[in-house]
């Protein structure tokens, strides 16, 4: 039994990181707005995403292990230039803004439960990110970050604490609920852009590279398609629980938000922080800390993701050398690209720029460009001539047009209401 538990345990590695990266504070502060602001009415959501974010995630993952090269890289190699530069410049706005969000709400957060300045905090959390990016070694690191989220099971716990009318909650998660309104639509949007983030598709792409480049016998399966199979199982494991762990925290963020703070006609919630200080009379102190403490932690493991996706994405474009692995002098840049990230992040909260007012609207920014980088990615899963004979099967095909198309739908529809 010990030894079948070690054995799933060690099948968890990128997908789990990815989807726990998913549910970071501005993703905790959507989810929380979408509770608050509509109740139980956007459960469905998560029910209903879960299947596509498989799909899009497994798509991503396929082509880091199948070409031993990241997304940016394969965009590079098979698009017009300006197409890569166009992404990869949306994706290093939005992951700065998103970066800014967190810290920002991690040191509020924190100022929540032992007082003091956030700003000092901010700067404290973004300097902690940034040095065990730079300092641990991919393999140590990798096994951090698996503890870490850990920290999301407080949101499990929250809903446990909480009265909850199960029978209503069972019969919105089933059935989809749509209203043709302006708020409800970008909410909705929103919350896909969120769920479904381009920031973890360069992630867990990148990050099935950094497990080939671990390991001295291994190799991309587009040239040593020994033990394929074995590969392609793992990554599939490892995307269906960590896609599932990240909706499931979702869910239940929304659930809890919904059962207590809507209910009782509170409902313009626009922070993360915010939520958790709104819980404390309603839900008591328990949940209080339960939900701040779990916004520092998600934090934690979010802003490396949004920082290395971004540091990813660029050095792949200018073909630096870059990877979790090599020391600081052998990738400057790679490095250099994490640090402009996190403290440009830290930087806006400083600014007059108001970070946490563009939280929302960075979601919603996402959740616009992840429709053409989903249409690129299912192009490249689909090429023989990027992905030789591992090209995608055909539900997962079928399960990632579904997601584009769905994406694209959601924001059409948005767009159509303002």
């Known amino acids: 039994m010990r030894g079948t538990l070690r054995d799933w345990l060690r099948q968890l590695g990128p997908g789990l990181i990815t989807g726990a990266a998913d549910d970071d504070p501005s993703g905790i502060a959507t989810y929380s707005q979408a509770g608050a602001q509509f109740g139980f009415l956007t459960l469905w959501t998560m029910l209903f995403t879960y299947p596509l974010m498989v799909g899009i995630q497994m798509v991503s993952a396929r082509i880091g292990r199948v070409t031993g090269h990241g997304l940016a890289s394969n965009i590079g190699r098979h698009f017009p230039r300006p197409v890569l530069y166009s992404i990869v410049s949306l994706l290093v706005v939005a992951n700065t803004l998103n970066i800014a969000a967190d810290i920002a709400a991690m040191g509020e957060s924190l100022q929540l439960l032992v007082g003091g300045p956030p700003h000092v905090y901010a700067v404290g959390f973004g300097s902690v990110c940034l040095l065990l990016q730079v300092f641990l070694p991919y393999q140590r690191y990798?096994?951090?970050?698996?503890?870490?989220?850990?920290a999301l099971l407080a949101y499990v716990v929250l809903v446990?604490?909480?009265?909850?009318?199960?029978?209503?909650?069972?019969?919105?998660?089933?059935?989809?609920h749509f209203a043709l309104t302006s708020d409800y639509l970008t909410v909705i949007v929103a919350v896909f852009g969120t769920t479904i983030s381009p920031y973890l598709f360069f992630w867990q792409a990148s990050q099935e590279v950094e497990e080939v480049n671990a390991d001295p016998q291994a190799g991309p399966l587009a040239d040593a398609p020994e033990g394929a199979e074995e590969h392609l199982r793992r990554i599939k494991i490892d995307t269906y629980l960590g896609m599932g762990f990240s909706n499931l925290v979702a869910f239940c963020i929304i659930l809890g938000c919904a059962a207590t703070l809507n209910v009782r006609g509170i409902t313009d919630i626009q922070t993360a922080a915010q939520a958790a200080e709104a819980l404390r009379p309603l839900a008591g102190e328990f949940t209080f800390i339960l939900f701040a403490l779990g916004i520092v932690g998600t934090g934690l493991l979010a802003v490396p993701v949004l920082a290395g996706s971004a540091a990813y994405a660029v050095a792949e474009t200018f073909e630096w050398k870059r990877g979790l692995d090599l020391k600081?002098?052998?990738?400057?840049?790679?490095?250099?690209?994490?640090?402009?990230a996190t403290f440009g992040g830290v930087a806006l909260d400083f600014s007059p720029v108001d970070?946490?007012?563009?939280?929302f609207w960075c979601a919603v920014i996402n959740g616009v460009i992840a429709v053409p980088i989903m249409m690129?990615?299912?192009?490249?899963?689909?090429d023989r001539k990027v992905m030789g004979t591992f090209t995608v099967t055909r539900p997962l095909k079928a399960f990632g047009w579904l997601a584009t198309g769905t994406m694209a739908a959601a924001v059409a529809a948005m767009l159509a209401t303002w």
């Open 142 to 150: 990798v096994r951090y970050l698996k503890w870490l989220t850990l």
């Open 160 to 176: 446990l604490t909480i009265r909850i009318p199960w029978y209503e909650v069972a019969s919105r998660t089933v059935t989809p």
């Open 328 to 340: 600081l002098l052998e990738a400057r840049e790679f490095y250099a690209i994490i640090a402009l």
């Open 355 to 359: 970070p946490i007012k563009a939280l």
């Open 376 to 382: 690129v990615m299912m192009l490249l899963a689909d």
